[in-house]
């Protein structure tokens, strides 16, 4: 076996890149990883990854979160809610959460909105925000959680992505629903198909009691309590069922796909 000195990475800050890949392990693992002595001779023992250079550093990155994801997914139980709120606990304001100001969030026009379906269901009839409107409407307090650090509690109503589904003959051995966005990045997130089918998964257009505001994802967001915030796209303009692994905003930035809580 070669010396580990052999692997440092020119131009790559050791401390960081261990850093950084602890982050990613699932917390049992990063736990023992932690206990064991977090080193990049542990990182390449534990990925199989050979790291000689900031390329061979970005691939074990790559890989540890692969594998946290298929770790969380795993874990992952359909049954579980996330902890649901009194309107006492609503946090006022709710804070605006984007990669832009306000000010340039994405302004539709309700009046010509139309929500495409595409892929792997029966009906991929487009749907104005009047049709939407009329479907059941349930509501539930939950917490939003900011990959930042910072939380807070929205009451959010809308309806049940599981029963959307449901209604459009969506095909839910598929992997993933795909969500595109109207922000001027392209904004577009995948969502695993277990998650999408969880109870609290929600197609969102009022929160409050009132119609979703423009900062908070009009005229749709999809509300997600059991992940992490950037999974619960907002601005949504179409959503595609499917088998492929599409790739996401924050996601082809190093983000874990998964992200749960």
Known sequence: MRRLRSLLIPGVDKKLLVRDAVKLLPDPARRRFIAGGASLGALTLLTGCDVSDSVSAEKLLVRISKF?????????????????????????????????????????DGEDYEFEVRGLVDNKKSWTLDELYRLPEVTQITRHVCVEGWSAIGSWSGTPLRDFLKLIGADTRAKYCWFQCADVDGYNSPLDMATALHPQTQMTFKFDGKILPRKYGYPMKIRVPTKLGFKNPKYVISMEVTNDYKGGYWEDQGYNSFSGL
């Open 68 to 108: 946290n994801d298929k770790v969380q997914a795993a874990i992952f139980n359909p049954n579980t809610l996330a902890p649901t709120y009194t309107e006492a606990d609503i946090t006022r304001p709710f804070p605006f959460n984007g990669y832009y100001a306000e000010a340039e969030a994405p302004d539709l």
